[in-house]
């Protein structure tokens, strides 16, 4: 099929600039930062970004200022609103006109032969074997801007909705820059590998037929930023270490408020939105949000019985625009843990991107001597045993839920490679199982089942509610 619309020249033709993917307004946890003590000058004159280990940065006030976004009028005073939604970052370090604007320097261009090739793979998005890193290589890291750009056109929702082609450029570009570049797992290209993986569960034919624009609009935003200005590291970190967000948050879907509320500031500070009434401006922002707290993992045992309960019943009703927003839900979280689910080549590389991820947590854990986070010790689990668990006790029971709602040759492929990859993890699990055994007879073989119990204690634990800061809840991050 051929595309009907000329890209942007950035995405596909040269990289972000260097400045603009800088982390401006991000959170930032660098493991050689004192964790209690003052911040080292040296360090906070490179670092910019909006979280740090130091609960006395000034950067709170960006979090606080972003807490009181729902309390105010979208109408009143809008030069100072937005004015007030620029971190305090990035307000030292860039112009609030420019931010988001590549700097008209020489970069270096991609081969003509690179573009073809993306704008091919954009043909065949739709393919459940997409290859997100691939994609990533062929626009230069700029993945996520180059395919959520691509899908609101596609959709015509750039036209329907009257976005504006700079403050939607803008906001994608500000979108990308705020993910952690750095994180093994939580970084731009999972967002856009989860808004690739959404797309594909609204072409699902009980979705497509029934979603309306607003719905589509809301899933491709809420996939983008679902983990934006994500610290790779969990609730439960945050929570030991009194970082000022879970005061803030009370404890409740820490990171996942903090997501939204980085989301609604961007759409604020671009003005994405702003030519719309302010009532629909604010319940876009609220549905947005949402969706976006949906994907706390802590909470899916409570949607997954709603869901199974909808099911046995039968009484889902896609012209109820309530059930619709509850539908894009699961397949929102469905698409932020679908990499059990993806073929063995890209399941992989996630397993192991997002099993490093933990392992650097725990490494920071251990070098300012906090207790270890379940499944973050290095020297105690591996990237199989952990998938194997993650894989039984969250993964399976979604995705199995899912299909009885979308009986479907994807559903059934998605099962099918779930199935191969968990026989293929343990499959290497027995190899190291067997190599462990000449070694330590009596520990052998344990790995497993210590981490599938590290799991569903997690889930357990989490499922009770808030905790103080000296109960650290055992939630999982994979998402």
Same mark, same amino acid.
């Given at each position: 099929?051929?595309?009907?619309?000329?890209?942007?020249?950035?995405?596909?033709?040269? @990289?972000? =600039?260097?400045?603009?993917?800088? %982390? &401006? #307004? $991000? *959170? /930032?946890?660098? !493991? +050689?930062?004192?964790?209690?003590?003052? @911040?080292? =000058?040296?360090?906070?004159?490179? %670092? &910019? #970004? $909006? *979280? /740090?280990?130091? !609960? +006395?940065?000034?950067?709170?006030?960006?979090?606080?200022?972003?807490?009181?976004?729902?309390?105010?009028? $979208?109408? /009143?005073?809008?030069?100072?609103?937005?004015?007030?939604?620029?971190?305090?970052?990035?307000?030292?370090?860039?112009?609030?006109?420019?931010?988001?604007?590549?700097?008209?320097?020489?970069?270096?261009?991609?081969?003509?032969?690179?573009?073809?090739?993306?704008?091919?793979?954009?043909?065949?998005?739709?393919?459940?074997?997409?290859?997100?890193?691939?994609?990533?290589?062929?626009?230069?890291?700029?993945?996520?801007?180059?395919?959520?750009?691509?899908?609101?056109?596609?959709?015509?929702?750039?036209?329907?909705?009257?976005?504006?082609?700079?403050?939607?450029?803008?906001?994608?570009?500000?979108?990308?820059?705020?993910?952690?570049?750095?994180?093994?797992?939580?970084?731009?290209?999972?967002?856009?590998?989860?808004?690739?993986?959404?797309?594909?569960?609204?072409?699902?034919?009980?979705?497509?037929?029934?979603?309306?624009?607003?719905?589509?609009?809301?899933?491709?935003?809420?996939?983008?930023?679902?983990?934006?200005?994500?610290?790779?590291?969990?609730?439960?970190?945050?929570?030991?270490?009194?970082?000022?967000?879970?005061?803030?948050?009370?404890?409740?879907?820490?990171?996942?408020?903090?997501?939204?509320?980085?989301?609604?500031?961007?759409?604020?500070?671009?003005?994405?939105?702003?030519?719309?009434?302010?009532?629909?401006?604010?319940?876009?922002?609220?549905?947005?949000?949402?969706?976006?707290?949906?994907?706390?993992?802590?909470?899916?045992?409570?949607?997954?019985?709603?869901?199974?309960?909808?099911?046995?019943?039968?009484?889902?009703?896609?012209?109820?625009?309530?059930?619709?927003?509850?539908?894009?839900?699961?397949?929102?979280?469905?698409?932020?843990?679908?990499?059990?689910?993806?073929?063995?080549?890209?399941?992989?590389?996630?397993?192991?991107?997002?099993?490093?991820?933990?392992?650097?947590?725990?490494?920071?854990?251990?070098?300012?001597?906090?207790?270890?986070?379940?499944?973050?010790?290095?020297?105690?689990?591996?990237?199989?045993?952990?998938?194997?668990?993650?894989?039984?006790?969250?993964?399976?029971?979604?995705?199995?839920?899912?299909?009885?709602?979308?009986?479907?040759?994807?559903?059934?492929?998605?099962?099918?490679?779930?199935?191969?990859?968990?026989?293929?993890?343990?499959?290497?699990?027995?190899?190291?199982?067997?190599?462990?055994?000449?070694?330590?007879?009596?520990?052998?073989?344990?790995?497993?089942?210590?981490?599938?119990?590290?799991?569903?204690?997690?889930?357990?634990?989490?499922?009770?509610?808030?905790?103080?800061?000296?109960?650290?809840?055992?939630?999982?991050?994979?998402?």
């Amino acid at each position: 099929m051929e595309v009907c619309y000329q890209l942007p020249v950035l995405p596909l033709d040269r @990289p972000v =600039p260097k400045h603009v993917l800088s %982390r &401006r #307004g $991000a *959170i /930032s946890f660098s !493991s +050689s930062s004192s964790l209690f003590g003052a @911040p080292d =000058p040296r360090q906070l004159s490179q %670092r &910019r #970004g $909006a *979280i /740090s280990y130091d !609960s +006395s940065d000034q950067t709170a006030l960006y979090i606080r200022m972003l807490a009181r976004l729902g309390c105010g009028s $979208a109408s /009143s005073a809008p030069e100072r609103r937005v004015h007030r939604l620029l971190s305090f970052q990035r307000y030292l370090h860039s112009s609030r006109l420019l931010r988001g604007i590549p700097q008209q320097i020489p970069l270096h261009l991609l081969d003509g032969d690179y573009t073809g090739q993306a704008r091919c793979m954009l043909e065949k998005v739709g393919t459940w074997n997409f290859d997100i890193f691939l994609f990533d290589r062929l626009t230069n890291g700029n993945s996520l801007i180059t395919l959520t750009f691509h899908l609101l056109n596609q959709y015509g929702l750039v036209e329907l909705f009257q976005l504006d082609m700079v403050k939607l450029w803008r906001f994608l570009v500000m979108v990308q820059e705020d993910y952690h570049s750095d994180n093994p797992y939580h970084n731009a290209v999972h967002a856009a590998d989860v808004t690739q993986a959404m797309y594909c569960y609204m072409r699902e034919p009980m979705l497509a037929k029934s979603l309306t624009s607003c719905d589509i609009l809301l899933g491709l935003l809420a996939a983008a930023t679902h983990d934006l200005d994500h610290p790779g590291v969990n609730q439960p970190f945050l929570i030991k270490t009194d970082h000022y967000l879970t005061t803030l948050y009370r404890n409740t879907s820490v990171l996942e408020n903090h997501h939204w509320k980085s989301a609604v500031g961007l759409l604020r500070e671009t003005g994405l939105f702003s030519h719309l009434p302010a009532e629909d401006s604010l319940n876009m922002e609220r549905e947005l949000g949402s969706l976006i707290l949906a994907t706390d993992i802590s909470r899916q045992n409570d949607y997954l019985s709603r869901f199974r309960l909808h099911l046995d019943q039968d009484n889902l009703c896609l012209s109820n625009a309530s059930h619709r927003h509850f539908l894009l839900q699961m397949a929102l979280k469905c698409a932020d843990i679908c990499n059990p689910c993806r073929p063995w080549e890209l399941s992989k590389q996630w397993s192991e991107k997002v099993t490093e991820e933990f392992f650097q947590q725990g490494d920071i854990e251990k070098k300012h001597k906090l207790e270890v986070s379940p499944l973050c010790d290095r020297e105690a689990n591996t990237v199989g045993n952990i998938q194997m668990g993650f894989m039984t006790y969250v993964a399976e029971p979604l995705f199995a839920e899912w299909a009885r709602f979308s009986d479907t040759r994807l559903s059934q492929t998605m099962l099918g490679h779930m199935g191969l990859n968990k026989a293929s993890w343990g499959g290497l699990q027995q190899e190291q199982t067997s190599v462990s055994e000449e070694a330590e007879p009596s520990t052998a073989g344990t790995n497993t089942e210590n981490s599938a119990a590290a799991i569903a204690r997690r889930d357990s634990n989490t499922a009770t509610g808030g905790t103080s800061s000296k109960e650290i809840p055992q939630g999982s991050r994979e998402s």
